[in-house]
């Protein structure tokens, strides 16, 4: 298996841009994660799906940010309009189980200017 | 909501001596208590977890020991090596599908 893939690897845009960052779990996982890693905040979770349906989007900072599942291959996190502070490395994990084992993606690292 | 503490954040031991980090955690619901492994410019990587029916979990030179009464958790590496050198994460569940991830311990084994 080819593990959590995530796109891109690297992204800079500017302040007011949109951004998208894509994941491809690991397949046949049904649970998908979305964390945020910065060195002042440590691991944040953003918001998860079960199934392709979101379940807890509380980590979300703002109305900026929005995420989909459209089925159970592939998720998106969207930001927009973007912000310096947004500036960050962003994760996609995936998991079989409930509550348990969470596998990682290498992680998109964004820098807002 | 559910809090993990880490400590330290920074830990040097030479190589081959033992390193010990240590998280303690407040929801005692949780059940499951993973630890990940970061390496730069990398995903963190999970190297061993622990349910809460178990005390002690043992992966060749790495072992966690679970206090459930206590809620603290530990890892332990022995026999360190250069390739050990990395942060480290603790993690514990929060509401049965979450993980709470504490502060992170960055490790330096010095050859």
């Known amino acids: 298996d080819a593990g959590v893939i995530q796109s891109p690897r690297h992204e800079v845009t500017e302040m007011g841009q949109e951004v998208t960052l894509r994941c491809k779990p690991i397949s046949g996982h049904d649970y998908l994660f979305w964390y945020r890693q910065t060195m002042m905040r440590g691991l944040e979770l953003l918001i998860y799906?079960?199934?392709?349906?979101?379940?807890?989007d509380s980590g979300m900072p703002e109305d900026r940010f929005s995420a989909k599942m459209p089925n159970a291959s592939f998720s998106t996190l969207k930001i927009q309009p973007s912000e310096p502070r947004d500036s960050a490395v962003y994760f996609c994990?995936?998991?079989?189980?409930?509550?348990?084992?969470?596998?990682f993606g290498p992680g998109t690292r964004l820098t807002v200017t | 909501g559910e809090n993990v503490e880490q400590h330290p954040s920074t830990l040097s031991v030479q190589e081959g001596d033992s390193a010990v980090i240590k998280c303690t955690y407040s929801d005692s619901a949780s059940n499951y208590f993973p630890w990940y492994k970061q390496e730069l410019g990398k995903g963190p990587q999970l190297i061993i977890d622990?349910?809460?029916?178990?005390g002690e979990k043992k992966d060749q030179r790495i072992a966690v020991t679970l206090n459930k009464t206590a809620k603290h958790f530990s890892l332990h590496i022995t026999e360190t090596q250069p390739e050990d050198s990395a942060v480290y994460f603790c993690?514990?569940?929060?509401?049965?599908?979450?993980?709470?991830f504490g502060t992170g311990t960055r490790l330096t084994i010095i050859p």
């Open positions: 994990a995936s998991s079989l189980i409930r509550g348990k084992e969470q596998y």
């Open positions: 622990i349910r809460s029916n178990v």
């Open positions: 799906f079960n199934n392709n349906v979101p379940i807890d």
């Open positions: 993690a514990a569940t929060f509401g049965n599908e979450k993980l709470t």
